[in-house]
């Protein structure tokens, strides 16, 4: 957190960080009861046995170190953006994409809050995610590339996004009954798809567990340390016990709070810089 101490000061920054905790430790947990909502529900394998599998693996990556975590994110993301891609296109087709158009949703009693207020909880959420990890492997990565990555990752998720709520809305309703859509979407085009999509969803589940599980380490301890390696193993297994609630109902009450949260950290982001900026010019005007 040098970044948000450097711009709104420790007290806030101190603040932030305790909040940024606390929400890494409650996505692992969700993350961790994903994991065994895909063995439950698609593999008809007990939730618990995925749970155990993500938490060894976990385990073992951060044995490895910073290391183990980028490599993991490097091998696992790109094949997993690509069968989502791969899913969605061939569900559009086969699912008559010129329907999409005619497809309205009936706002229901079960609709909690809007559309735009869900998606901007859900960014805020991810944004510590995003900052824990990333932070801790900056100093390797020059500016150009930063820039560079955060413009074509960003483009190639919100193309990925787009592309699956246009296959989702083909198998509206029917898709609202599942924990995991992108499965359901995956069985119509056959089942050796759905087993290879239930694997890399899988895969998804492990790498922002992992990527959780680091970012608790990593604002306690340096990491690759000894301590490093306790505390994010300590963590992992300290969320097990909640992990095993349901997925959908820890997504429902976990995100929307940390939601709130996080856009206390976006709204640093924003207003921040600016801020430092006038406080520095004032106190140069003051000279």
């Not at 993350?31 to 599998?53: D, P, T």
């Not at 009693?109 to 990333?134: D, K, P, Q």
Request: aromatic share 8%; net charge positive; hydrophobic share 55%.
């Amino acid at each position: 957190m040098i970044l948000i101490n450097y711009l709104v000061g420790k007290k806030i920054a101190k603040l932030l960080d305790i909040i940024s905790l606390l929400m890494l430790a409650g996505g692992l947990s969700v993350m961790l009861s994903g994991g065994g909502a895909v063995f439950s529900e698609h593999f008809n394998v007990a939730a618990w046995y995925g749970i155990l599998i993500i938490v060894f693996i976990n385990c073992w990556v951060l044995l490895c170190g910073l290391q183990g975590v980028v490599w993991v994110n490097v091998i696992l993301v790109p094949l997993k953006i690509i069968a989502i891609l791969l899913i969605s296109l061939l569900v559009i087709r086969i699912q008559n994409a010129p329907a999409i158009i005619n497809i309205t949703v009936q706002t229901t009693e079960n609709t909690y809050r809007h559309w735009f207020i869900s998606g901007l909880l859900y960014v805020s959420y991810n944004m510590i995610l995003v900052i824990a990890v990333l932070s801790t492997i900056g100093k390797g990565i020059s500016s150009k590339k930063a820039v560079a990555g955060g413009v074509l990752g960003g483009l190639g998720l919100g193309v990925t996004a787009g592309i699956m709520l246009l296959a989702g809305l083909t198998v509206y309703p029917e898709i609202k009954e599942y924990k995991v859509p992108m499965l359901y979407m995956a069985g119509i085009i056959g089942a050796g798809v759905k087993g290879v999509m239930g694997l890399l969803i899988w895969a998804a589940i492990l790498t922002t567990t992992i990527a959780n599980a680091h970012g608790f380490a990593a604002r306690l301890a340096e990491p690759g340390s000894g301590r490093y390696k306790i505390i994010g193993i300590g963590v992992t297994l300290l969320a097990m016990p909640l992990a095993r609630f349901d997925f959908d109902k820890l997504v429902a009450v976990i995100y929307p709070i940390f939601g709130y949260a996080g856009l206390l950290l976006i709204i640093v982001l924003i207003i921040g810089p600016p801020l430092k900026l006038l406080r520095s010019s004032i106190l140069r005007q003051g000279k």
